[in-house]
């Protein structure tokens, strides 16, 4: 929200403060400030008188005009500038940026040589000093009734001093997208006095107003889409004009674009009031007009030129031409008008509609059609259901005032609007909640300031600034005003007796923390993963979880592939990117091509998150890979949801396991006085995947695998047991080419919810011995199908409790085993906890081994 600080300033004194101040005045009751902005211009802006205009044509078609313009004594007297416009003449009086001067931009103004001549300073459109959007010739002072003398700053004349506070309007804030809401705000903060432009007087509906008929069928969460409809009719107006130059300026100021006069003026009111509102061509509306829901099929043209298709959730607004009743669609209720129905250059008539629209039915359909204007804006954060009579008679008072006409003396006004409810309130609970001896009177005092009429037994608590019995034990009855329809329970306004008495009361007190169980095992597990990962050389990074189709391509999944049947989000951040993800690495790896692109060449990052696994359509073998629909309810957002409706949603919510992932592409080791260094390769990959097992106290198994993204010839599957628990190895080429990633790069991916569930509760350290270790190399010829897990842990078993570990430190294959066999050594640890093995125990363990790996996996002991 923009605030224009004039235009604040009329509803309340600022007290000489500047734009920081405001800001910090209106920080200190919770609006948070964007920025304070200016109009981009300053230095020499003067007015000059044309003295003389040569016209000279120039070799590319054009013909600009050499100027001498006199801008006064203290300016240099008389300069010459080159003008392209040709808009005036000698002796006009015209906006002088002189060398020195900044317009917006910024551009600095400089004398420069162009077009043969010396030009000294510039000769300004609206455009170029950001007062509008013309930019068809030079401003001509006369021409906006202006007369300065030569050499006279325009600066001031120009408004082009006036500040614009920007603040940022939070959902249960809606009233404080108006000039009228933030100036309350603005006299809460400061204790100036408030001037409320909404005290306006309104004429009583007519039975003979323009005909209007509300009819919501089908209401979401049982709320009518519109339960208020006001309609005013003004005839014989210069609607296509332009409004006045001071209601350009505003709006201009507050973020809009000027356009005609019926536009500016709605455009004015709501920002003014907070109520949007729309101006018809009354020639082009057949009564009656129909408040109704979309039916099938139907579309609309909207003011911005899109067709667009319609939703039966969709409010609308429509009318009956030739009696056909709610025919025709005029727009989307409390979102944007249709273009059948816009005011044009010969509109004389106008239907000025303002009306009070549901926020649940705006929002939703906004965000369908990804429409924020500025009214669904207001509507959905909550619009004042009593606005719109006094709206519809400000705007009808402007354009009578600056285009003339006639206003009908019938009004329109239906509906019933649902006022904010009454709250219980015991004057005593923001004293609890706050920690600050705040008194029943400071409460009633504060509440009154908010608007809220304040009961109990024995009557109403009198306003403030009148005396009235207010301190006393009870509860009280506080009615919110109705631009609150947020407060609407007894925290809510204890929530704004904080706010109001000022924040910085509240003390600082340290809770003191209950006892508990500490951090669960899931939390211990992930935090000691973690740092076995950063201990292993990565760096931890967070990727939003998003991803789309062009990822699976380039990841080489195949169409019947699982990791296909993503979710698909309703409205998503970025529309290439609608997908939630089925594993780590298809966000990670563009967090490392986005590191390599800006000239990091040795990487290794890795990353802890949720993906989102949902079951499958049809798992049948051969079918593309699609997830099956989620059924959930659809609550409303103006209400908490009942118990059961919540248990439904988290039911429908697909499974999210945790997963680890990390990838690894340039050095691993660094090349130093050690010597060359060492690129990453595909048994690091191995080695990660692995000291995170060790980190929850499982020793995971690779064995040789196929599985995209992976190198189908240097991929392997971790194992816990005969359960796969992720994957590692290098990457495909393909992808690597796809992704844009130098060279060789590695990755692994686990599920660290299935390692958690195989995880020991406790973990018992091995104790360190004093006795000497025993190493023994045994080489065993195998089938080249048995996994090298397999052996490894037949070893294990075979040799006993005197060995302290077992490890594979050579495969080979070559022509000189038997066909179909490879050549597996293992290295085994011994060691005994109270003495020195004898070689007799040594002995024993080692034909242990033997025998185990023999039985196990049908393995020969090469001599």
Not at 150 to 177: K, M, S
Not at 243 to 248: G, T, V
Not at 559 to 578: F, G, S
Not at 583 to 604: A, F, H, M, P
Request: aromatic share 4%; hydrophobic share 45%; glycine share 10%.
């Amino acid at each position: 929200m923009l605030v224009p600080l004039p235009w604040l300033a009329e509803l309340t004194p600022l007290g000489g403060r500047d734009g920081d101040a405001v800001a910090a005045a209106l920080v200190s009751v919770g609006l948070e400030e964007e920025a304070v902005r200016g109009s981009g211009v300053c230095g020499p802006l003067v007015a000059g008188l044309v003295l003389d205009v040569k016209a000279e044509p120039q070799t590319n078609g054009k013909t600009i005009n050499w100027c001498q313009v006199d801008v006064g004594e203290a300016h240099g007297a008389v300069r010459g500038i080159v003008c392209g416009a040709h808009n005036f003449e000698a002796g006009d009086k015209v906006a002088v940026a002189l060398p020195g001067a900044v317009l917006p931009g910024p551009f600095p103004i400089t004398a420069r040589r162009t077009y043969g001549h010396v030009s000294d300073g510039m000769i300004c459109s609206e455009r170029e000093l950001g007062m509008g959007e013309d930019a068809s010739g030079i401003i001509v002072l006369a021409r906006l009734g202006l007369d300065p003398a030569v050499g006279a700053d325009l600066i001031p004349l120009f408004h082009l001093d006036e500040q614009t506070v920007e603040i940022n309007v939070t959902p249960d804030r809606g009233y404080c997208f108006s000039i009228r809401g933030v100036a309350r705000e603005f006299s809460h903060a400061t204790g100036e006095p408030f001037r409320d432009p909404a005290l306006i007087a309104t004429p009583p509906p007519t039975a003979d107003g323009f005909k209007i008929e509300l009819d919501d069928a089908v209401p979401i969460a049982g709320r009518a889409g519109c339960d208020r409809f006001v309609a005013r009719i003004v005839r014989g107006c210069a609607a296509a004009g332009p409004a006045p130059d001071w209601m350009r300026r505003r709006l201009t100021q507050a973020g809009m674009r000027p356009i005609s006069l019926a536009v500016d003026v709605t455009n004015y009111v709501m920002l003014e009031l907070g109520q949007p509102l729309h101006a018809y061509d009354l020639t082009g509306v057949a009564a009656p007009i129909v408040v109704r829901r979309a039916a099938a099929g139907e579309r609309l043209v909207t003011l911005d030129g899109v067709d667009r298709a319609l939703a039966p959730s969709d409010l609308l607004i429509t009318d009956s031409p030739e009696g056909e009743r709610g025919a025709r669609v005029l727009g989307l209720a409390g979102v944007m008008g249709g273009a059948s129905s816009e005011v044009g250059a010969s509109t004389r008539d106008l239907l000025v509609e303002a009306a009070h629209f549901d926020p649940v039915s705006v929002a939703r359909t906004a965000r369908r059609l990804k429409l924020s204007s500025e009214a669904a804006k207001r509507f959905e954060r909550g619009v004042d259901p009593e606005l719109p009579p006094k709206a519809a008679q400000r705007v009808v008072d402007l354009l009578l005032e600056y285009g003339g006409g006639e206003a009908d003396v019938a009004v329109t006004d239906v509906g019933s609007p649902v006022l904010p409810a009454p709250v219980s309130f015991d004057p005593s609970y923001p004293d609890r909640i706050a920690g600050v001896r705040y008194g029943a009177d400071r409460v009633a005092a504060v509440l009154g300031q908010l608007g809220c009429v304040v009961a109990r037994t024995g009557g109403t608590v009198a306003p403030l600034g009148e005396p009235g019995g207010v301190a006393g034990a009870g509860d009280w009855l506080v009615t919110p005003p109705s631009w609150r329809p947020d407060l609407t329970r007894a925290i809510d306004l204890v929530e704004e007796v904080a706010r109001l008495d000022g924040y910085e009361g509240i003390p600082s007190v340290l809770p003191q923390a209950p006892a508990g169980a500490g951090l669960t095992k899931a939390q211990r597990l992930r935090r000691s993963v973690a740092r076995s990962l950063a201990d292993f050389g990565l760096v931890e990074v967070l990727s939003y979880p998003f991803t789309g189709e062009d990822a699976f391509a380039a990841l080489g999944y195949e169409a019947t592939d699982p990791r296909r049947a993503a979710v698909r989000l309703a409205n998503p951040l970025d529309a290439e990117q609608p997908l939630l993800r089925t594993e780590i690495l298809q966000t990670l790896l563009t967090t490392v091509r986005r590191n390599v692109g800006r000239g990091s060449t040795d990487v290794g990052l890795y990353e802890l998150g949720l993906v989102t696994v949902p079951p499958l359509a049809d798992a049948s073998p051969g079918v593309p890979a699609r997830p099956a629909p989620l059924a959930a309810p659809l609550p409303g957002g103006d209400r908490r949801p009942p118990v059961e409706v919540l248990e439904e949603l988290l039911a429908a919510v697909p499974p999210q396991p945790r997963h680890a992932a990390a990838v690894m592409v340039g050095q691993r080791e660094g090349a130093g006085v050690w010597g060359p260094g060492r690129a990453a390769d595909w048994a690091d990959a191995v080695e990660g995947a692995r000291v995170a097992g060790r980190a929850v106290g499982i020793e995971l198994q690779a064995r040789r695998a196929r599985r995209a993204p992976f190198h189908p010839g240097r991929c392997a599957e971790l194992l816990v047991g005969d359960l796969i628990c992720g994957y590692a190895g290098e990457l495909d080429p393909r992808v690597v080419a796809a992704l844009g990633l130098p060279g060789c790069a590695v990755a692994f991916e686990l599920d660290l919810d299935r390692l958690f569930e195989l995880a020991p509760d406790i973990r018992l350290a091995r104790p360190v011995s004093a006795q000497p270790v025993a190493k023994e190399d045994l080489a065993f010829a195998v089938d080249r199908a048995t996994p090298t897990a397999a052996l490894v842990a037949a070893v294990r078993r075979g040799a006993g409790e005197v060995l302290e570990d077992a490890f594979v430190f050579d495969v080979y294959e070559g022509e000189q085993l038997p066909a179909g066999k490879k050549s597996v050594a293992v290295a085994l640890r011994l060691r005994a906890a109270d003495h020195t093995l004898t070689p007799q125990e040594i002995t024993a363990a080692r034909r242990g081994a033997v025998a185990a790996a023999a039985q196990d996996c049908d393995a020969e002991l090469r001599s």
